[in-house]
């Protein structure tokens, strides 16, 4: 008799930290052929997604903190950084 499938875990806990969704990720690879493996690329962007909403809620904390500021003004810098980490609240 044939397993059912394996149904996938809701994508907000995939996406809570790049690790636990990398390691899911990894596991599909292992145990589920059929799918293909996630691109560093598609890593990346989850992980950058995760330190944005990190830093969004820091800066919600504290709006004074200037080694925050400083430190999200030094990313601007960077096109890919800008887009990806620096929350909206700042730019």
């Given at each position: ?29 292992i ?22 909403i ?38």
């Open positions: 008799m044939p397993r059912p499938p394996r149904l996938d875990p809701p994508p907000f806990l995939t996406s809570l930290n790049s690790q636990g969704s990398s390691q899911l990720a990894r596991n599909d690879v145990f589920r052929q059929d799918r293909t493996p996630a691109s560093s690329e598609a890593v990346a962007l989850k992980a950058a997604f995760a330190v944005k990190h830093l969004q809620h820091l800066v919600l904390q504290d709006p004074e903190d200037h080694m925050l500021l400083r430190f999200l003004l030094a990313l601007e810098q960077n096109v890919w950084a800008r887009a990806h980490l620096v929350p909206r609240c700042v730019v």
